[in-house]
């Protein structure tokens, strides 16, 4: 069973920054994608930045220009940092992996973003 843990989140001041972390355990035999997604509140779950194979990365274009992402197979992590954080940026933040076979989730993060 493969596991997900997070931590990083937080209240944060509007223009702040903030970094998130992940790492996974368990038996994985491979990293398809690995990444984060948000829901906010009231809101459908959404893509914030995914790596894929060969480093091909995906951003959501709400965050495109503040978010720098990396992701460490040898170390089963990515890391996900915002800048000039926004009050719409309040969400839930999920860690995402897949493997060769499954979708990962783990249980979230808590970013507050608020004066």
Same mark, same amino acid.
């Given at each position: 069973?493969?596991? =997900? ?12 920054? =903030? %970094? =998130? ?6 038996? @994985?035999?491979? @990293? ?6 948000? %829901? ?6 959404? #893509? ?17 220009? %503040?978010?720098? @992402?990396?992701?460490? +197979? ?5 890391? #996900?940092? @915002? ?13 995402? =992996?897949? +493997? ?16």
């Amino acid at each position: 069973q493969v596991r =997900l843990v997070e931590s990083g989140g937080g209240l944060v001041q509007p223009g702040g920054s =903030l %970094r =998130l972390s992940c790492v996974a355990s368990g038996t @994985i035999p491979s @990293i398809r994608s690995m990444g984060w997604f948000r %829901r906010g509140p009231g809101k459908q779950r959404e #893509l914030v930045a995914v790596v894929a194979g060969g480093g091909v990365t995906d951003v959501s274009d709400s965050v495109k220009g %503040r978010v720098t @992402i990396s992701r460490d +197979d040898a170390r089963f992590t990515v890391n #996900l940092q @915002i800048d000039a954080l926004k009050p719409e940026d309040t969400a839930v933040y999920y860690c995402y =992996l897949r +493997d060769p076979w499954t979708d990962y989730w783990g249980q979230g993060t808590q970013v507050t973003v608020s004066s």
